[in-house]
């Protein structure tokens, strides 16, 4: 999953990309509503973490805007405006949640994850692949009667791969969406964590994850 967080406080917004990053999480920083907004809508994230008092455009125009032209992005705010009116206003604009500052970082994670499950049950309850099975929701990969353990950036890979069947996908787009924009385009790190899910499915390039030469991979869809 990719977060992008705006957020103009820079060392609250480091600190919260670096824990979601230890969560799991792709996590983007912005520090202006421009640059945020120019952000969120060139690149494809799952969820916005997004503070209202921002230089630029601020948190609520980019709700409005990001509501209208990307309406499947989960959106949780994240302010010191506290008043019941605030976030009425935020809520009513399209945000999914709301989260007062000051603020505990285990109840933002917590947060995060029931909107995601939220989401995943309702958009894709069970991804399927022959045998292969992935449940976005709680986070568990079944082959056959076998419940497969996979570390996060494995899920990661393996759960954008089956939500583009037969499509063939580069390792930039799983750069973008695994990791973040900090990843470095030259690191062999796809590779490597390609290589420990394919001896975890058993997979010799062919059945599962497809290797296209100078192109990328893909799911095959004849599984």
Request: aromatic share 6%; with cysteine.
């Amino acid at each position: 999953m990719r977060i992008l967080i705006i957020e103009d406080e820079i060392d609250l917004a480091n600190l919260l990309a670096q824990g979601l990053r230890r969560e799991g999480y792709a996590a983007d920083v912005a520090s202006d509503g421009n640059e945020g907004y120019a952000c969120a809508t060139i690149n494809d994230y799952d969820l916005l973490i997004l503070d209202l008092n921002l230089p630029g455009i601020d948190g609520l125009e980019i709700c409005r805007r990001l509501r209208t032209s990307h309406p499947r992005l989960l959106i949780l705010m994240l302010t010191a405006r506290g008043r019941p009116g605030d976030k009425i206003t935020g809520l009513d604009l399209g945000a999914d949640d709301y989260l007062v500052k000051p603020f505990d970082f285990g109840e933002l994670t917590a947060r995060i994850r029931a909107l995601f499950r939220r989401d995943l049950q309702v958009r894709s309850p069970l991804l399927e692949c022959g045998d292969l099975k992935l449940d976005p929701a709680s986070k568990t990969v079944w082959l056959g009667k076998r419940r497969l353990q996979l570390t996060r950036k494995e899920f990661g890979i393996l759960e954008y791969l089956m939500r583009h069947p037969g499509e063939v996908i580069s390792q930039e787009e799983l750069l973008e969406h695994v990791w973040d924009a900090e990843a470095d385009p030259f690191t062999t790190t796809v590779k490597v964590h390609l290589y420990s899910l394919r001896q975890k499915l058993g997979d010799d390039g062919t059945r599962y994850i497809q290797t296209v030469i100078g192109q990328g991979y893909r799911i095959s869809s004849s599984s």
